[in-house]
């Protein structure tokens, strides 16, 4: 199984580079977001320096907010403030943001994709999937997969 965030827009995130303290503050913006936190106190909560994600800065830098963890809590923010009629985003909300997703070998993604072993490490290298070596070989979330190949469609 392979920790993901499923955003509103833009790429898939991999949350197993996160610490265990950033995991942890993750897990409590989700849970602020699945009980419909007010949507701006959800954004007070998460402009607190003494949270894992802000690491003492008073300040949003362009460096946390592309950060992995960065990119999963402002998507929870627009969430929150679509679902609450704050923001007007295109998007399917509906989806499940996180998800412990089954993973497919290397091989079985090649197959799929249609393309070479070098072709999907340039696909993993450029945040197209997501993916993580485990002894040895690459576990690709199966979602990416999916994602991606709905990207190429459309």
């Known amino acids: 199984m ?3 965030h499923i955003p509103i827009l833009g790429k898939i995130i991999n949350l197993e580079s996160l610490t265990v303290s950033e995991f942890q503050f993750y897990m409590e913006c ?18 607190q320096p003494t949270n894992a994600w802000m ?6 830098t362009s460096e946390l907010k592309n950060s992995p963890l960065g990119r999963a ?3 929870f923010w627009y969430r929150l403030g679509q679902k609450q009629d704050f923001l007007g985003l ?3 909300y509906e989806v499940e943001p996180f998800l412990e997703d089954n993973t497919l070998p290397l091989e079985a993604v090649m197959e799929i994709c249609s393309c070479d072993e070098l072709v999907v490490l340039d696909l993993l290298d450029q945040g197209e999937l997501v ?5 040895g070989n690459w576990q690709i ?4 997969v999916q994602y991606y190949q709905r990207s190429k469609q459309g």
């Open 73 to 75: 809590v402002l998507d």
């Open 141 to 144: 979330s199966e979602q990416s």
């Open 90 to 92: 295109e998007g399917e």
């Open 2 to 4: 392979l920790k993901i």
């Open 55 to 60: 690491k003492g800065s008073s300040r949003l």
């Open 131 to 135: 993916g993580k070596k485990s002894d």
């Open 30 to 47: 989700l849970h602020k977001y699945q009980q419909n936190e007010p949507f701006t106190s959800f954004q007070t909560f998460f402009q």
